[in-house]
């Protein structure tokens, strides 16, 4: 899991205001998927994709949106149509779809 | 969707102690099922995880064991000492629509 960074790790946003965390792998995963975690909450799902120029929405890709257009690379921009978008969001990387999912770091995001 | 459900959603143990954690799940069909270790602002990491075909599994003081008849599996960890304190979360893999469910996690500490 050392081979997946996010960045920044601290991001403070005004509302209205869209704003994109990084995630980068080296690890050769062709999938990649974004999470958003809350205090007291699971892991949910806000997109994935299994491979490269193809991503598919997870289970609340509403006010989120993404690119996939290198395989290390996956983007997510957080639009202002995101009601409640202060959360801890967390990047992870997989062979396959069917295999161990790898985290990177996470990013805090605050909207002020 | 798939339905997680993860108890206790906190536990406290004596060092030395044995913690048992389970989930349930609502999909028969699921059939990959890992747990990661979440200590406080940092990144998800499994620590172990069982296949359908695979009644138990164990990794030193780890273990996991599933029962697909009654759809449940639990984590037990012997021994615990206090760098076992963090959050734990369950987490259930359906094929079928290739998505990762987690459950909300447990809150262990261990007390010295």
């Not at chain 1, 996956?74 to 999912?101: E, H, I, M, R, W």
């Given at each position: 899991?050392?081979?997946?960074?996010?960045?920044?790790?601290?991001?403070?946003?005004?509302?209205?205001?869209?704003?994109?965390?990084?995630?980068?792998q080296n690890l050769n995963h062709?999938?990649?998927?974004?999470?958003?975690?809350?205090?007291?909450?699971?892991?949910?799902?806000?997109?994935?994709?299994?491979?490269?120029?193809?991503?598919?929405?997870?289970?609340?890709?509403?006010?989120?949106?993404?690119?996939?257009?290198?395989?290390?690379?996956?983007?997510?921009?957080?639009?202002?149509?995101?009601?409640?978008?202060?959360?801890?969001?967390?990047?992870?990387?997989?062979?396959?779809?069917?295999?161990?999912?790898?985290?990177?770091?996470?990013?805090?995001?605050?909207?002020? | 969707?798939?339905?997680?459900?993860?108890?206790?959603?906190?536990?406290?143990?004596?060092?030395?102690?044995?913690?048992?954690?389970?989930?349930?799940?609502?999909?028969?069909?699921?059939?990959?099922?890992?747990?990661?270790?979440?200590?406080?602002?940092?990144?998800?990491?499994?620590?172990?995880?069982?296949?359908?075909?695979?009644?138990?599994?164990?990794?030193?003081?780890?273990?996991?064991?599933?029962?697909?008849?009654?759809?449940?599996?639990?984590?037990?960890?012997?021994?615990?000492?206090p760098e076992d304190s963090a959050?734990?979360?369950?987490?259930?893999?359906?094929?079928?629509?290739?998505?990762?469910?987690?459950?909300?996690?447990?809150?262990?500490?261990?007390?010295?």
């Open positions: 899991d050392g081979g997946i960074t996010q960045s920044p790790k601290y991001l403070f946003r005004k509302e209205g205001q869209n704003v994109t965390l990084s995630c980068e062709d999938a990649m998927y974004w999470y958003r975690q809350d205090p007291g909450q699971g892991l949910r799902l806000i997109y994935y994709s299994q491979i490269v120029n193809d991503f598919q929405k997870g289970d609340i890709a509403e006010g989120y949106s993404v690119s996939r257009e290198k395989k290390e690379s996956f983007p997510l921009t957080v639009t202002s149509a995101q009601k409640n978008p202060t959360a801890f969001y967390l990047c992870a990387s997989s062979y396959g779809l069917a295999d161990t999912q790898y985290f990177g770091p996470g990013t805090r995001l605050t909207v002020l | 969707g798939e339905n997680v459900e993860q108890h206790p959603s906190t536990l406290s143990v004596q060092e030395g102690d044995s913690a048992v954690i389970k989930c349930t799940y609502s999909d028969s069909a699921s059939n990959y099922f890992p747990w990661y270790k979440q200590e406080l602002g940092k990144r998800p990491q499994l620590i172990i995880d069982i296949r359908s075909n695979v009644g138990e599994k164990k990794d030193q003081r780890i273990a996991v064991t599933l029962n697909k008849t009654a759809k449940h599996f639990s984590l037990h960890i012997t021994e615990t000492q959050v734990y979360f369950c987490a259930v893999y359906r094929g079928s629509n290739y998505k990762l469910t987690f459950g909300k996690g447990t809150l262990l500490t261990v007390n010295p």
